[in-house]
């Protein structure tokens, strides 16, 4: 059976940066109040009306296929992680291809919501494509837009000083080198702390899930329609997203630690063989614990959670190509890729460069 490795790789962030300190012109916040919770300096913000989810997805792919020396008409399918799309339907799959030039391939394109953990459901997808010879040529990427959606008021600041904009790509295809390219996969979900990490609405729950259902604002269930927004919503700040932290964090540092090992224990390998471990970059203080927890040596854990915040889909494969980049993953290096995020959802994926 082939195996799937990283041919080429690319990312793209937005030019402006929003420092801690201007957020506290907005919001009751401090840089120091950020960076002791979050370890976040600064972020980027996307340019408003001119760019999106898809145009920085397609800056990211561009470079990824320039990395893999092939051309944009080579790729056979798309694989693209967000939960920042730039319509509700159709998703950012199809805008992605079509930005891209590629829609006379007709190619197949697959939209994965699976929050934080969006590129790693994606790229363990696509190894099951590459590794049964469906294709051949898979682009996988993860890209936001958050700050198109976050409440700038101090009511939102535990979520708004967190995120922010970017985008990451890989090309993935097929190598006869056993010791090469993506060696496991694993994903996990537990559904029963969905709403602690939620964007509920927009959407079309009509309050099923919550006790409260009259917070919400809905009219009379005879009406036809009127549940995806009310003026209830809009007035309260029902449509920004919410997290519990504390409960967040808790299970993270559980379900981080449980994944990866689960990934040693797979391929028979131990956490000292780890030459790079790339978390998803949620809060600097949950990669410094994990690190602790799995006592690998500080060059061995790569963050850039400081200046870019958290970019949900698009922070792995940043990362990724930074570390890359710096000369920090070489030929033959073990990589390990971990990820956690809402639903609860999280995954890890052991890769030998």
């Known amino acids: 059976m082939m195996n799937t490795k990283?041919?080429?790789?690319?990312?793209?962030v937005p030019k402006r940066v929003v420092t801690n300190d201007e957020l506290a012109q907005h919001m009751d916040t401090s840089d120091e109040w950020i960076q002791e919770r979050t370890g976040i300096k600064e972020r980027r913000y996307a340019e408003k009306h001119k760019e999106t989810t898809t145009t920085m997805a397609a800056h990211a792919s561009l470079r990824a296929i320039e990395d893999a020396c092939i051309n944009k008409e080579d790729i056979d399918f798309i694989v693209f992680a967000t939960i920042s799309p730039d319509y509700y339907f159709p998703g950012c799959g199809v805008l992605l291809q079509r930005e891209l030039g590629l829609t006379d391939?007709?190619?197949?394109?697959?939209?994965?919501?699976?929050?934080?953990?969006?590129f790693i459901y994606g790229l363990s997808v696509a190894?099951?494509?590459?590794?049964?010879g469906t294709y051949k040529n898979i682009l996988l990427i993860g890209a936001e837009m958050h700050s198109m959606g976050l409440d700038f008021s101090t009511r939102g600041r535990g979520v708004s000083v967190i995120f922010g904009d970017g985008a990451g790509a890989v090309i993935l295809q097929p190598t006869e080198d056993e010791n090469k390219g993506v060696l496991t996969t694993h994903l996990h979900s537990d559904g029963t702390y969905a709403e602690e990490l939620s964007l509920?609405?927009?959407?079309?729950?009509?309050?099923?899930?919550?006790?409260?259902?009259?917070?919400?604002?809905?009219?009379?269930p005879e009406v036809l329609g009127e549940i995806l927004v009310t003026e209830t919503m809009l007035k309260d700040g029902l449509l920004y997203p919410y997290m519990n932290g504390k409960l967040v964090f808790?299970?993270?540092v559980v379900r981080?630690?449980?994944?990866?090992?689960?990934?040693?224990?797979?391929?028979?390998?131990?956490?000292?063989?780890?030459?790079?471990?790339?978390?998803?970059q949620a809060n600097l203080r949950?990669?410094?614990?994990?690190?602790?927890?799995?006592?690998?040596?500080?060059?061995?854990?790569?963050?850039?959670?400081?200046?870019?915040?958290?970019?949900?889909?698009?922070?792995?494969?940043?990362?990724?190509?930074?570390?890359?980049?710096?000369?920090?993953?070489?030929?033959?290096?073990?990589?390990?890729?971990?990820?956690?995020?809402?639903?609860?959802?999280?995954?890890?994926?052991?890769?030998?460069?």
């Open 127 to 132: 190894d099951k494509f590459i590794k049964t």
């Open 286 to 353: 949950i990669s410094q614990f994990l690190q602790k927890t799995l006592k690998l040596e500080e060059g061995k854990v790569f963050n850039n959670i400081q200046k870019y915040g958290n970019t949900t889909a698009a922070s792995i494969p940043i990362a990724l190509c930074e570390a890359h980049q710096e000369g920090k993953i070489k030929s033959g290096d073990l990589v390990c890729l971990a990820a956690f995020g809402s639903g609860f959802t999280w995954g890890s994926t052991l890769i030998r460069w």
């Open 105 to 118: 391939a007709t190619i197949g394109s697959l939209d994965v919501r699976n929050q934080c953990s969006g």
């Open 256 to 280: 981080f630690s449980e994944v990866i090992h689960e990934a040693l224990a797979a391929t028979g390998l131990q956490k000292e063989d780890i030459d790079m471990l790339i978390p998803h």
């Open 200 to 220: 509920i609405s927009p959407g079309c729950h009509g309050g099923y899930h919550d006790d409260d259902m009259g917070k919400y604002g809905f009219v009379d």
């Open 250 to 252: 808790k299970n993270a």
């Open 6 to 12: 990283i041919a080429g790789i690319g990312y793209y």
